[in-house]
């Protein structure tokens, strides 16, 4: 007999009898012989006889166990004869409060899984193609599940297996990942933050995918996915979503929200023997979950809690006393579920006229009490949604995440943050195979599953802050009798600066179209270095032949060639007002050329080795070596001097542990990121000359770095193929993607990137979606720098065939 055997149709439960005994009816709809099934029901009787629960569990786990043993999966529902079998093992399927046992099988195209007793149907297929996410999954804290989602965004998957050895879980993991990278990118905490930071995933998409990373299941009540109370106020006859004080502190968990209540809970936790912890429940378990729901999984309540319905009193009766409850109550810390922020308003009505029981005031217990400001079950979801959407979430989201996914979810940060539970609820807070006493070990399990479990931990850095709209206001204010409005956008915001960044995103939009439009080959070594005028006609090329070059875009011609050592040239930059040229050298030094008089007009000897990149802003000139120092120079353009040379002061020198290959400043000027040649990425804050973060994020020398337009994120490349985004704010590596060849060079918009291979070729990345989306044939050898104007119409790329590409795109 299965677990889930109650819940076939057909088997019916009879209220109680008026003389008060319980008479149970069965109704048996089966495909076997009956003789088969009251064998089994005499062995499970049997079981239920002997005294210790340990024992009935064992004996229940050799019934199934020989049950399975003696079948295997029918190969005569495979879809079509000519599929190839990979697999074959016993699992469960996990669904609320049930696991049903049935064989496993993949094929080529299809995972099957046969349940043994044919519920809910006789074969579940799911086919390989519309696969598109796989989570390995953690069910009773152990590596054993599975879950398998056919769509992007759904909160329910297609199925939750359980298997019985991890190594079967492994395999089967492993198989359909294997299948999956030619059809979906496997994707990450880190990758799913990048998009929600840029504004491509709302706060409840990028919750959700939290919560599928940290092994939260709807299939799985003591892991269902948690989400945060977001509205503190369910009082008001409004809902002003632009008052700060309508939200709940997102900083703290539910138990520190009131101050006396936390005061008290910290006595308690100062007095307590070790293991310590703050919270005698948790913030999500089955019984919270089933509060929420029981309107709508009645059932699931009644197994809970042995054919009964809670006290009245104690029900989800209303919205605001909920809330009071979590806030006061000495022992309720609970957080919300995704139900609260969807569109299905079933879970806050009694469509199934419930008797649920009469309240101490007389009234029975019904729909669930809205807040005055919401006029109906749909208005309140909406109201929350907007709530979970509004500026204010969207800007202090990242500090909850850091509770329930983060950082402060163990050790001394959650201790700091008034955020610890019991050590049960915890990864790795029990080895349920060190425990050889079957009671204790049943019993063990059983608090597990019922007093709720810790999230699996995503994050352990401080997760950055999203980047909000910088023109859209989605604060709004509901009444009970005001209509819902779109969100409000300002008259007069959009300006010839707003018409610029539409054009720039038009043209990354268009980026995959590029062109080769010409090309010339204008040195005799490698270039380094491309400096383009204002006006566009005149191109300067720094080369591995010693040279700096001009060339007329115009007439297409070589107009100078200029030689300042008889080493390399490595990069170069144009002053403003296009008057001088400035170049770095492997020599140590920097050269200062003078356009208008066309000569060599200083030279400044500021390094102990090889000066690798120069940047420059704002009068000041920053140089990076291969002395292991980037400097930053005071410089007084020579027009300004009364010797008509540049006069520099260094004002800083930021020091590392190897040789510095690459810089870049931010638009600012304010932040700068160098990196190096054993593969580390440092950011750099300009104003005090500190560093602010150190990342060792690629195996080999950084070949290139730079902040995105909005300096939130930096971007690095490397000898080892990767291409790295950084979290500014803090340090975070947030998403890292592979190529089979090392990346020299690139830029970026802070969503696509055009990078140039070691091959030649050019890729165009979508770090959003995680993927390379074009591949364009460029040059013969690396490409080596790359510049694009300012209007992101026109690039020009250097290779080490020597020759310069001009580009354009086609729209």
């Known amino acids: 007999m299965d677990d889930a055997f109650c819940n076939k149709p057909g088997n019916q439960l009879r209220d109680p009898a008026p003389q008060g005994k319980m008479e149970y009816v069965f109704e048996l709809d089966v495909s076997g012989k009956v003789e088969d099934v009251v064998e089994t029901l005499l062995q499970l009787h049997r079981a239920s006889c002997l005294d210790k629960l340990g024992d009935q569990t064992a004996m229940i786990t050799a019934i199934l166990q020989s049950r399975l043993a003696r079948t295997s999966f029918d190969k005569n529902r495979f879809q079509s004869v000519s599929e190839k079998l990979h697999m074959e093992c016993k699992a469960e399927m996990v669904t609320p409060l049930v696991t049903n046992p049935g064989h496993v099988c993949i094929t080529d195209t299809n995972l099957y899984f046969q349940p043994l007793n044919g519920y809910p149907k006789p074969v579940v297929q799911i086919t390989l193609q519309d696969v598109r996410r796989i989570y390995k999954r953690r069910h009773g804290l152990m590596p054993l599940g599975l879950e398998v989602f056919c769509t992007e965004d759904d909160l329910c998957s297609d199925i939750y297996l359980k298997f019985y050895e991890p190594q079967d879980r492994d395999d089967l993991y492993f198989y359909i990942a294997t299948y999956l990278e030619h059809h979906v990118a496997e994707r ?5 933050t990048l998009q929600w930071q840029r504004g491509h995933l709302s706060n409840y998409q990028y919750l959700l995918h939290l919560n599928n990373l940290a092994d939260r299941s709807c299939n799985d009540l003591s892991q269902y996915p948690v989400f945060p109370w977001i509205i503190s106020d369910y009082c008001s006859a409004e809902l002003d979503l632009s008052n700060p004080g309508t939200f709940r502190d997102l900083s703290r968990p539910v138990g520190a929200l009131n101050k006396e209540r936390l005061e008290r809970l910290l006595a308690r936790y100062q007095e307590m023997p070790e293991p310590k912890f703050m919270y005698g429940s948790h913030y999500s378990s089955p019984g919270y979950v089933l509060f929420y729901l029981v309107r709508i999984a009645p059932e699931y309540m009644l197994c ?3 054919g009964r319905f809670d006290n009245a009193d104690r029900m989800f009766n209303s919205i605001g006393e909920t809330w009071k409850n979590c806030l006061d109550g000495a022992t309720d810390f609970k957080e919300l579920i995704p139900e609260f922020y969807g569109d299905d308003v079933s879970f806050l009505v009694n469509n199934l006229k419930l008797d649920l029981g009469k309240r101490q005031g007389g009234q029975m217990v019904d729909d669930v009490e809205l807040p005055p400001w919401a006029r109906s079950p749909e208005d309140f979801l909406q109201k929350s949604k907007d709530a979970l959407e509004s500026n204010y979430v969207s800007e202090h989201l990242h500090e909850w995440i850091d509770l329930i996914f983060g950082y402060k ?4 940060d959650a201790v700091g943050a008034h955020n610890v ?3 049960l609820t915890y990864e790795g807070g029990v080895d349920l195979n060190s425990i050889e006493d079957p009671d204790e070990k049943v019993a063990m399990l059983t608090q597990i599953l019922e007093f709720g479990q810790t999230p699996k931990q995503l994050f352990v850095t401080p997760h950055p802050r999203r980047i ?16 819902m409005a779109d969100s409000p956008v300002s008259p007069g915001e959009e300006s010839f600066e707003d018409l610029t960044e539409e054009s720039k995103t038009l043209a990354w939009n268009n980026i995959a179209k590029l062109q080769l439009h010409d090309q010339y080959k204008i040195h005799k070594e490698a270039v380094t270095g491309i400096a383009v005028s204002c006006n566009g006609s005149s191109v300067f090329t720094t080369s591995q032949d010693s040279t700096l070059k001009m060339f007329s875009k115009e007439s297409k011609m070589l107009q100078r060639s200029i030689s300042f050592s008889n080493m390399a040239l490595s990069s170069c930059l144009l002053l403003p007002g296009d008057a001088t040229v400035i170049s770095s050298s492997w020599d140590n030094n920097i050269y200062f050329y003078s356009i208008a008089f066309a000569r060599r007009q200083d030279t400044l000897m500021g390094h102990d080795d090889a000066v690798s990149k120069i940047c420059w802003h704002d009068n000041r000139l920053y140089s990076a070596s291969w002395d292991s120092t980037v400097k930053v120079w005071s410089g007084v353009p020579a027009e300004m001097t009364c010797t008509r040379r540049q006069r520099f002061d260094m004002l800083a020198e930021l020091e590392h542990d190897v040789s510095v290959d690459t810089i870049s400043l931010n638009a600012a000027s304010t932040l700068l990121v160098s990196g190096t040649k054993e593969g580390t990425v440092n950011i750099w804050d300009l104003t005090t000359a500190t560093m602010l973060h150190q990342i060792p994020c690629h195996s080999g020398t950084v070949c290139d770095a730079a902040f995105s337009p909005d300096s939130r994120h930096v971007l690095s490349t490397g000898e080892d193929g990767c291409l790295n985004v950084i979290d500014v704010q803090t340090g975070m590596l947030i998403s890292s993607m592979t190529s089979d060849e090392p990346q020299r060079c690139f830029i970026w918009d802070g969503n696509s990137v055009l990078s140039g291979s070691q ?9 959003l979606g995680g993927k390379i989306s074009e591949r364009i044939q460029g040059h013969t050898g690396a490409v080596t720098c790359i510049w694009m104007n300012e209007q992101c119409s026109s690039i020009i790329t250097g290779g080490e065939d020597r020759q310069i590409m001009f580009w354009k795109l086609q729209y």
């Open 188 to 192: 990450t905490a880190e990758s799913y």
């Open 421 to 423: 539970f019991h050590p």
């Open 759 to 767: 091959s030649g070729e050019l890729l165009v990345w979508d770090l």
């Open 409 to 412: 979810q163990k050790g001394s």
């Open 468 to 483: 909000t709209p910088k023109f859209k206001n989605f604060s709004q204010t509901y009444s009970h009798n005001a209509p």
């Open 304 to 306: 809970l809690q042995n």
